[in-house]
Every structure is written in C-alpha cells, then in structure tokens.
C-alpha cells in the first residue's frame, strides 16, 4: 500500500463546477505539499499547509492531521485548471527532501 | 528571477552512453534536489544537496547514476551507463530552508534512451 493515496485517480468536469481532489496518507507528517503539473509538463507548488486550512484565489487546501487527510478545492472551475495535482507529504523526523509522492489526479475541465 | 534552469530540455540518447543532466537553482536557495518522474512510479526523489553537501542519496537508483554539486549555482545528474529503463523526466528543485520547504521546480529534462 503506498503510503501516500489520492483519489480520484483521472477527473472531468465542466467548467463552473466545485472540484474536489483528496490525499490520505499513513505516516506521521510534519507538512503537506500540493503541486500541479500543467500539461506542458512544469509544476507549481500550490500550497504547503501543516494545519487548517489556505486559501489562493479559487483554490482551498484542507488538512485533518487527525484523520490524516488532505483536500484541495477548486472552486469556479476553467478549462484551465486541466492539469495533474499531487499531494506529497514530509514525514515526521524526515529531513528537509523526505518527500513522499502520491500517484497525482488528472483533471480535465471541459468548456 | 529565471526560476530553476534545467539542460538540456530534451535528450535522445542510446544504450550504453553517458548522459549529464545540468541543474542551476534559484540564487539564494541552500537545498538542491534531483527528481525523476515516470508514468509507472510518479514523483520520486534521488537526491538532494543543502548548502552543496549531498544529504540523502538513498533514492539513487544504482551505481550508474552520479550526482555532484560543485558550487552553490550548478549541479549535475549523470547516468553511465544509461539504460532503456532510465527514461523519464527529470526535474530539478531548489528551496530556501527559512521558507520552509516550498520547492521550486525547473522545467524538467526528458531522456529517451534507446
């Protein structure tokens, strides 16, 4: 099982609509990274939250350190948001570069 | 800024030969890693360097792969000899530690072996 899951794996959706991506993961963490890769291949790091919740303009990541689990929202959703976001995780104890990677959701948003 | 700069951004490359990936970070930033990115495994990190010292070099694949960091505006990645199944993107990030560990990553060098 790998410690880092996400799901769903491939999304589509039509523009406008409220997106939800999820990351649960089994490790104790002192961090969670979300980062989107465009199609082009480049990737951004959206956000890296260790508590409660951020906002950046239509984006909202969420994290229950309890549950351990991670959402990240897109609300008002465009045909550019279409890309893969990956949840990484630094686990507890785990040094600067102990990232763990999930697999990445593709989202397609279509007009 | 420039942002990371990776070279090349392209590589076609057969069995047997030496490949040397280059990585220059973002100035300022003292960590330095080296990803790979396959459509089977996803995001794994080989490598990275705080303040050009190489601090965890477990994701390294096997001998073939080499990472060096001579100073604190370059690094390499190199495979020799490179093999089919070292086909992938590889990127290059940089953080500031004070930042707390959002990374920046280049652009990503794709190696076809073949």
């Known amino acids: 099982k790998n410690e880092v899951e996400q799901s769903p794996q491939n999304l589509t959706a039509q523009e406008g609509e409220f997106i939800t991506i999820n990351c649960s993961y089994s490790v104790g963490i002192s961090a969670l990274h979300w980062l989107q890769q465009h199609p082009g291949g480049g990737i951004v790091s959206l956000f890296m939250l260790s508590s409660g919740k951020k906002k950046h303009g239509r984006l909202i990541a969420t994290i229950n350190i309890q549950e351990k689990h991670s959402s990240l929202h897109i609300t008002a959703s465009h045909p550019r948001d279409s890309a893969v976001y990956i949840c990484?995780?630094?686990?507890?104890?785990?040094?600067?570069?102990?990232?763990?990677f999930g697999k990445g959701t593709k989202l397609s948003v279509k007009p | 800024d420039a942002g990371v700069i990776q070279s090349p951004r392209h590589e076609v490359t057969e069995m047997g030969q030496e490949v040397t990936l280059r990585c220059k970070p973002i100035s300022g930033h003292d960590y330095l890693f080296w990803y790979r990115q396959t459509m089977m495994r996803g995001l794994e990190l080989l490598i990275y360097?705080?303040?050009?010292?190489?601090?965890?070099d477990s994701g390294m694949p096997e001998d073939r792969f080499s990472a060096k960091m001579p100073n604190a505006s370059f690094s390499t990645l190199k495979i020799q000899p490179s093999e089919p199944r070292d086909s992938a993107v590889y990127f290059c990030?940089?953080?500031?530690?004070?930042?707390?560990?959002?990374?920046?990553f280049g652009p990503g060098t794709r190696l076809l072996v073949l």
């Open positions: 990484a995780v630094k686990a507890v104890g785990g040094s600067q570069g102990n990232l763990i």
């Open positions: 990030a940089s953080s500031l530690a004070v930042r707390k560990g959002t990374q920046y």
């Open positions: 360097f705080n303040n050009n010292v190489p601090i965890d």
